[in-house]
């Protein structure tokens, strides 16, 4: 148990770049061609170390085993090339390429997946590790946070600012009683009309 503190990290592999694993490639593979397969155990020795894993260091060892019996083998071979038979000519032949593609077919194939699982090479300015995580203490804050309802905050009520002018209210529209006062006028002037134009007849008729 690691208590409350954060996690442990586990160690990472760094990926060189693309050119320094093309670089080391290439140098590897051409000793191995050129020495014939006896050096073979130097791509092998490498891949061991890169990977780490017990069938690389298996496949290393069968390999030395393999490139000290092709020494012994060329060492027992008489050095006039006349006086060796066709068979063991051919025999040697067949040692030294099946040694020089088993070993490099292999290298390339397990050092390639094993950089491919990896991933890609971070970009510069990139961190090299990923951030710590949070301790125990953050990560329940944290969570206690999401799950803690919102509390509706009340309204505040901003106060009147003195410089606006007050609005003014809307003038209100004349009532209808200027029209009926209008109205009571004409009939009482008519009826007065209609009175003085009876009194006038009145007086003619006597």
């Known amino acids: 148990m690691h208590g409350y503190g954060p996690m442990p990290q586990q160690p990472t592999t760094s990926r060189p770049s693309p050119a320094t694993l093309t670089t080391v490639r290439v140098i590897l593979v051409a000793l191995t061609v050129l020495s014939c397969g006896l050096l073979g155990w130097a791509p092998m020795l490498r891949l ?37 038979s066709d068979a063991a000519a051919l025999f040697m032949m067949l040692w030294i390429l099946g040694l020089l593609a088993g070993v490099i077919t292999y290298y390339l194939y397990a050092e390639i997946r094993h950089y491919n699982t990896l991933g890609a090479p971070a970009p510069y300015g990139a961190p090299a590790h990923p951030a710590p995580p949070l301790p125990y203490q953050q990560q329940h804050l944290a969570r206690h946070q999401q799950h803690q309802p919102r509390q509706h905050q009340p309204q505040q009520h901003q106060p009147p600012n003195p410089y606006t002018a007050p609005a003014t209210p809307p003038t209100p529209k004349p009532a209808p009683q200027r029209l009926d006062q209008v109205r009571a006028e004409l009939d009482e002037l008519s009826d007065y009309l209609r009175q003085e ?5 009145d007086g003619e008729g006597r």
Do not use: H, Y
Request: proline share 7%; glycine share 2%; aromatic share 10%.
């Open 48 to 84: 061991a170390i890169v990977t780490r894993r017990p069938r690389d260091w298996f496949l290393l060892v069968v390999v030395i085993a393999l490139n000290v019996g092709l020494f012994a083998f060329i060492m027992a071979t008489p050095d006039d090339p006349d006086q060796m």
């Open 197 to 201: 134009n009876k009194d006038s007849r």
